[in-house]
């Protein structure tokens, strides 16, 4: 059994897909560890639980939840805290992590990472909520910048000093979606470099890349789409390898959760965070 | 405290609703179509998630038909929670009651089907220690109890929804005859198999299951299916991992 105490190795992960199970076993290539996708593994048993069981056995696993609903205005839901204690309980994960979004209005859950304004009282009830994780779960956890397609015009936080304080308060650490940062810096008509130099780069545990789509709005200004579902573009890379410059090295994870290539595709992908993470200067 | 989510939530699923105040692009220009992006992702999202809950309703009616029905159907039934293992609970009722598939009458059963499968697939790996034959020889003379195992579940339908099942799913299956089949779902391992009840097995498996000895259950299950066969019954059941000593 592997010790997942020790944490993700500053190395490159991918987001792990059952159809890649036995190729990831057989011939990991370049991956260190694997991120997987919380609410896929809270069932009773069968071939997920088997999957992940043994996963564990060998590589460090991250932990990336997508129903919290942190970002929401309504208190967590306790059925789905317990849900997740109990998955961490019995994996222990090296890492867990989670979204500055909600996705939970009422009763419904709406499957998408949904934006929030970033204000006084949006901060305070984000913090309330985080607090209430890490007691519950009893760890500290990351929270992820998100894709922006547009903002609230009440926003009175600029994003980077919103997460700084929530980090600041709650002693969470950060998740940096470099990817979600060109996303919004295009969509928004910022400057991601910007934005990278004005992160609490300290406070990251763990970066993000993958794939968007291109689209434009109705003024035919780009809109991008942090679709997951193709490969990392070059600037994307550079912006990961301008931020680790800054940053250190990080553990690196590839996301690809739609129109998920064959093994070699994306272990070639991992291939390339490696890379970046080694040519860092010791 | 909730109104910029309960404004956008209203909007999301609502194509036909304006996009909620407040909400900008670049240079504070009103965010106008950059809301479809949340909308799309929504409505993709879970058309994506009930494809893979029901393969064979997808099977049954094409991608372009699945993804209108679905949504409809996610309009109606958002997820209920962030399980989407456990989406679409709705569906059999659902397409029952949808107007312009109601021509088509076993699609309900059909989506119990899949729901079956998918409850059999995240089943508990462990559970009570599977049948023996002498387990099953102490259960004839009343001295050990059957049930289902965890991962087994059962369906009973007026429609031939094994035979419909198969035909979708295996080559050179017979085309599906009109037909009452009962189906019991087995897990081998990790991959749920379906298999044709005989006649009267659906009722005696659930007198067992209801908590009724060997012998009780053979004469409820002759009581409904004057046709009921034990030992055709026990041939096809007890080769799978379908019942276990509870």
Known sequence: ?282 | MTPFQSSFRAALLDPAAPVPDGLIGPAQAPAGKRFDVYRNNVVFSLTMALRAAFPLVFRLLGAEKFDLMAQEFLRVYPPASPLMMDYGAQMPQFLAGFSALTHVGYLADCAGLDIAMRASYHAPNAGPPPLTASALALAEIGQAQLGLAPSARMLRSVWPIFDIWRFNFEQDAPKPQARAQDVLIIRPAYDPVPIALPVGAFDWITALQNGADFETAHDLALAQEPQFNLATALAAIVPHPALVMV
Request: glycine share 8%; proline share 6%.
């Open chain 1, 1 to 282: 059994m592997r010790d997942q105490h020790k944490g993700l190795p500053l190395g490159a992960g991918v987001g792990f897909k059952p159809q890649h199970f036995n190729e990831i076993t057989l011939d990991p290539g370049p991956v260190d560890w694997l991120e997987i996708h919380a609410e896929n593994y809270m069932g009773a048993g069968g071939r997920p639980i088997a999957q992940l069981e043994a996963l564990a056995d060998r590589f460090a696993i991250s932990v990336h939840g997508v129903g919290l609903s942190i970002g929401g205005t309504a208190a967590l839901d306790p059925a789905h805290l317990a849900r997740l204690k109990h998955l961490v309980g019995w994996l222990k994960p090296a890492q867990f992590s989670e979204h500055l979004a909600w996705s939970t209005h009422g009763a419904e859950f709406l499957n998408d990472l949904l934006p929030l304004p970033y204000t006084d009282a949006t901060l305070a009830r984000v913090c309330d909520h985080i607090n209430l994780v890490q007691d519950t779960l009893g760890l500290k956890m990351l929270l992820e910048n998100p894709s922006n397609y547009l903002a609230f015009a009440d926003s009175t936080w600029p994003e980077q000093d919103f997460l700084a304080e929530i980090a600041r308060r709650t002693g969470c650490g950060l998740l940096l979606d470099v990817n979600n940062v060109f996303v919004s810096a295009v969509n928004m008509g910022t400057s991601a470099d910007e934005y990278i130099r004005a992160f609490p780069l300290a406070e990251v545990g763990e970066i993000h890349v993958g794939g968007h789509e291109e689209d434009s709005d109705e003024h035919g200004a780009p809109l991008l789409i942090d679709s997951h579902g193709k490969a990392v573009i070059d600037p994307v890379w550079r912006l990961t390898a301008q931020t680790l410059e800054r940053a250190g090295p990080k553990p690196i994870l590839v996301e690809w959760d739609n129109n998920v290539p064959d093994w070699a595709t994306l272990r070639a992908e991992a291939g390339r965070a490696a890379q970046l993470l080694h040519w860092q200067p010791a």
